[in-house]
C-alpha cells in the first residue's frame, strides 16, 4: 500500500518502486516530519478545516508517535516507500479514520523540503560545535607555545620567521570563517514551505505565519512553485561542508609534513597516530591522510548535487530525492573529520628547538634590507644588495649571523654596528607592526580575541 495506489489498478514491479524507495535514508527526518506534520494538523484545526476533535487525536497521536521513535529507533522501520508515509501509516494505524484527514491540503513536495530545513537548523550546530572545538585546540597550541618561532613557508621553501601561535591562529581563522558559513547555510534553509502545495499553493485557508511562527521559522518561502524544487539551501550547506573539507585537508597537510622526520615540527601523539603492519619503525599519521582524503568525498558531494540540479525543470521531480544522501554523508564526513582533526591537534607537541632553528638563517634576508631601507637605501636596491649577500653567503655555506661587521660594510657602509641584532628571528617578528602580523604583541590580541569570540560562539565550550 502507498499513498497513492489508488490511482493503479496493477502492483508496481519491484525494480521500479524499489529504486525510488527513499525509507532507508530518509528516516534520519522522522523527528522533523513529525514535528511538521503537528504544526499542519494544529493549522487545519485552525482554519476549521477538520473539526476540533480530529485535530486533538492527530496532535496526540502525533505526539505518540514521536516519543515511540525517539525511545526505539527500531521502531521507525516498515515496507513504507518514504517516511512521509511511514508516520501517516502509523498515525491511521493509532487513531484510525481522523489520520486520514492529516495531509489534506498538503503534498509531499512541500513536506519534504521543510523537514530537510528543519533537520539541518537542528543538526548544523553540532557541526558548528565541532568547528568550534578545533579552533579552541588552536588556540591552545598557540597559548602553549608562547614565543616560539617557526618559519612561514610561501611556496612551501621557507619565507620569514613567524610565532608558532601566529601559525595555530591561521588555522583558526579559516575555521572561523566555516562557523560564519555553517551559519549562513541555516539561514538559508529558515523558511516555512508549507502553504505552497504540491506547486500552486493550498486552497485551505491555513495561517502560515503561525506555522512559520509554531516551527520557529522567521520566514515564508516567496513562491510555491519555486518551493517545490528550490534547494538551494541544501547546495549552501554542501558548500559549507566542502569548503570546511578544504580547510581540514590543508591543516592536515601541513600536519603530515610537519609531523614528518624531515621537518620534525611537531611529534604527533602515539593516541593519534598508527603504525605499519611491516615497518616496526613506522609512526603514520593515518587519520590527517584520512581527513585529506575524505575532503575529495564531501566536494564531491557538492558537485554531484549541483549537476543533479542543473538540469531540472522548474517545479518538483523526484531527482530531488538525491538531496538527502548527500546531505546526510556530508554531515557525517564533516563531523568525523573534524573530531579526527580535534584528536591531532590537541596532542601535538611542539619541538621549539627544531623549529627554531629553521626560522634562523637565510630566511631573515628580508629583514635586512628593511634594515637598510631604514637607513634610507631605496628598497629596489636594498633587494640587490642583499640578494648578492644571500648569493656569497650560499656559495660559502654560512648565514648573516657569521658576517664580521667589516663584511657587512663591504655589502654597505650603510650597515652599522647594530646590523647584526637586526638580523634574528626574534628582532624580524618584533619588527612587524600592524594588527593581522605575527608581532608578538599582536598576536596576543589576535589570542585573545580569538578566545571572546569561543566564549560567544560556543558558551558551553568555555
Ligand atoms: N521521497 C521524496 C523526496 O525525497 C519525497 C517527495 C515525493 N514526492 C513525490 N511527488 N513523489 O523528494
Same mark, same amino acid.
Given at each position: 500500500?502507498?499513498?497513492?495506489?489508488?490511482?493503479?489498478?496493477?502492483?508496481?514491479?519491484?525494480?521500479?518502486?524499489?529504486?525510488?524507495?527513499?525509507? @532507508?535514508?530518509?528516516?534520519?527526518?522522522?523527528?522533523?516530519?513529525?514535528?511538521?506534520?503537528?504544526?499542519?494538523?494544529?493549522?487545519?484545526?485552525?482554519? @476549521?478545516?477538520?473539526?476540533?476533535?480530529?485535530?486533538?487525536?492527530?496532535?496526540?497521536?502525533?505526539?505518540?508517535?514521536?516519543?515511540?521513535?525517539?525511545?526505539?529507533?527500531?521502531?521507525?522501520?516498515?515496507?513504507?516507500?518514504?517516511?512521509?508515509?511511514?508516520?501517516?501509516?502509523?498515525?491511521?494505524?493509532?487513531?484510525?479514520?481522523?489520520?486520514?484527514?492529516?495531509?489534506?491540503?498538503?503534498?509531499?513536495?512541500?513536506?519534504?523540503?521543510?523537514?530537510?530545513?528543519?533537520?539541518?537548523?537542528?543538526?548544523?550546530?553540532?557541526?558548528?560545535?565541532?568547528?568550534?572545538?578545533?579552533?579552541?585546540?588552536?588556540?591552545?597550541?598557540?597559548?602553549?607555545? @608562547?614565543?616560539?618561532?617557526?618559519?612561514?613557508?610561501?611556496?612551501?621553501?621557507?619565507?620569514?620567521?613567524?610565532?608558532?601561535?601566529?601559525?595555530?591562529?591561521?588555522?583558526?581563522?579559516?575555521?572561523?570563517?566555516?562557523?560564519?558559513?555553517?551559519?549562513?547555510?541555516?539561514?538559508?534553509?529558515?523558511?516555512?514551505?508549507?502553504?505552497? @502545495?504540491?506547486?500552486?499553493?493550498?486552497?485551505?485557508?491555513?495561517?502560515?505565519?503561525?506555522?512559520?511562527?509554531?516551527?520557529?521559522?522567521?520566514?515564508?518561502?516567496?513562491?510555491?512553485?519555486?518551493?517545490?524544487?528550490?534547494?538551494?539551501?541544501?547546495?549552501?550547506?554542501?558548500?559549507?561542508?566542502?569548503?570546511?573539507?578544504?580547510?581540514?585537508?590543508?591543516?592536515?597537510?601541513?600536519?603530515?609534513?610537519?609531523?614528518?622526520?624531515?621537518?620534525?615540527?611537531?611529534?604527533?601523539?602515539?593516541?593519534?597516530?598508527?603504525?605499519?603492519?611491516?615497518?616496526?619503525?613506522?609512526?603514520?599519521?593515518?587519520?590527517? /591522510?584520512?581527513?585529506?582524503?575524505?575532503?575529495?568525498?564531501?566536494?564531491?558531494?557538492?558537485?554531484?548535487?549541483?549537476?543533479?540540479?542543473?538540469?531540472?525543470?522548474?517545479?518538483?521531480?523526484?531527482?530531488?530525492? /538525491?538531496?538527502?544522501?548527500?546531505?546526510?554523508?556530508?554531515?557525517?564526513?564533516?563531523?568525523?573529520?573534524?573530531?579526527?582533526?580535534?584528536?591531532?591537534?590537541?596532542?601535538?607537541?611542539?619541538?621549539?628547538?627544531?623549529?627554531?632553528?629553521?626560522?634562523?638563517?637565510?630566511?631573515?634576508?628580508?629583514?635586512?634590507?628593511?634594515?637598510?631601507?631604514?637607513?634610507?637605501?631605496?628598497?629596489?636596491?636594498?633587494?640587490?644588495?642583499?640578494?648578492?649577500?644571500?648569493?656569497?653567503?650560499?656559495? /660559502?655555506?654560512?648565514?648573516?649571523?657569521?658576517?664580521?661587521? /667589516?663584511?657587512?660594510?663591504?655589502?654597505?657602509?650603510?650597515?652599522?654596528?647594530?646590523?647584526?641584532?637586526?638580523?634574528?628571528?626574534?628582532?624580524?617578528?618584533?619588527?612587524?607592526?600592524?594588527?593581522?602580523?605575527?608581532?608578538?604583541?599582536?598576536?596576543?590580541?589576535?589570542?585573545?580575541?580569538?578566545?571572546?569570540?569561543?566564549?560567544?560562539?560556543?558558551?558551553?565550550?568555555?
Amino acid at each position: 500500500m502507498t499513498l497513492w495506489s489508488g490511482r493503479f489498478d496493477v502492483a508496481s514491479d519491484p525494480a521500479a518502486f524499489d529504486f525510488g524507495v527513499s525509507f @532507508g535514508f530518509d528516516r534520519a527526518l522522522f523527528e522533523d516530519d513529525v514535528t511538521g506534520s503537528i504544526a499542519w494538523a494544529e493549522a487545519l484545526g485552525a482554519a @476549521g478545516v477538520v473539526s476540533d476533535e480530529d485535530t486533538r487525536a492527530m496532535v496526540s497521536g502525533l505526539k505518540a508517535i514521536l516519543e515511540e521513535g525517539r525511545y526505539d529507533s527500531s521502531y521507525v522501520s516498515g515496507p513504507d516507500e518514504d517516511i512521509h508515509s511511514f508516520v501517516e501509516r502509523k498515525l491511521v494505524e493509532r487513531i484510525g479514520d481522523a489520520g486520514r484527514r492529516l495531509h489534506t491540503g498538503r503534498s509531499r513536495n512541500e513536506q519534504v523540503s521543510l523537514d530537510l530545513r528543519l533537520y539541518l537548523r537542528r543538526r548544523i550546530p553540532a557541526l558548528q560545535g565541532g568547528v568550534a572545538a578545533l579552533v579552541a585546540a588552536c588556540a591552545d597550541q598557540a597559548e602553549r607555545a @608562547g614565543s616560539a618561532l617557526m618559519p612561514a613557508y610561501t611556496h612551501l621553501r621557507r619565507a620569514q620567521p613567524v610565532l608558532v601561535a601566529h601559525y595555530f591562529l591561521c588555522h583558526a581563522a579559516a575555521l572561523r570563517r566555516d562557523h560564519a558559513r555553517l551559519a549562513t547555510a541555516a539561514e538559508e534553509a529558515d523558511a516555512l514551505t508549507l502553504g505552497s @502545495g504540491a506547486v500552486a499553493g493550498t486552497s485551505y485557508p491555513v495561517d502560515t505565519t503561525r506555522i512559520a511562527r509554531a516551527l520557529g521559522f522567521s520566514r515564508i518561502v516567496g513562491n510555491s512553485m519555486d518551493a517545490s524544487s528550490d534547494r538551494d539551501f541544501v547546495a549552501s550547506f554542501l558548500y559549507a561542508t566542502s569548503l570546511a573539507m578544504v580547510h581540514l585537508s590543508r591543516v592536515a597537510e601541513d600536519l603530515v609534513i610537519f609531523t614528518g622526520e624531515e621537518h620534525g615540527f611537531f611529534d604527533l601523539a602515539d593516541a593519534s597516530a598508527t603504525g605499519s603492519s611491516m615497518m616496526p619503525q613506522k609512526k603514520n599519521p593515518d587519520p590527517l /591522510e584520512l581527513v585529506r582524503g575524505k575532503a575529495g568525498r564531501a566536494i564531491g558531494r557538492l558537485t554531484g548535487w549541483l549537476v543533479t540540479m542543473k538540469g531540472l525543470p522548474s517545479g518538483y521531480n523526484k531527482d530531488l530525492q /538525491e538531496d538527502k544522501e548527500a546531505v546526510f554523508d556530508a554531515e557525517a564526513t564533516l563531523a568525523a573529520s573534524v573530531a579526527a582533526a580535534h584528536a591531532v591537534v590537541s596532542r601535538l607537541t611542539l619541538n621549539a628547538e627544531r623549529t627554531e632553528r629553521a626560522a634562523s638563517g637565510l630566511l631573515l634576508a628580508t629583514d635586512v634590507a628593511d634594515y637598510l631601507v631604514s637607513r634610507g637605501m631605496p628598497f629596489r636596491r636594498a633587494h640587490e644588495v642583499v640578494g648578492a649577500m644571500v648569493r656569497r653567503l650560499l656559495a /660559502e655555506g654560512r648565514d648573516f649571523s657569521t658576517l664580521t661587521l /667589516e663584511q657587512w660594510r663591504e655589502a654597505s657602509d650603510m650597515f652599522g654596528a647594530d646590523a647584526p641584532r637586526a638580523a634574528t628571528a626574534l628582532a624580524s617578528v618584533q619588527a612587524r607592526r600592524t594588527a593581522q602580523s605575527t608581532n608578538p604583541e599582536a598576536v596576543r590580541k589576535a589570542l585573545d580575541e580569538c578566545r571572546a569570540w569561543l566564549a560567544s560562539a560556543n558558551p558551553q565550550s568555555q
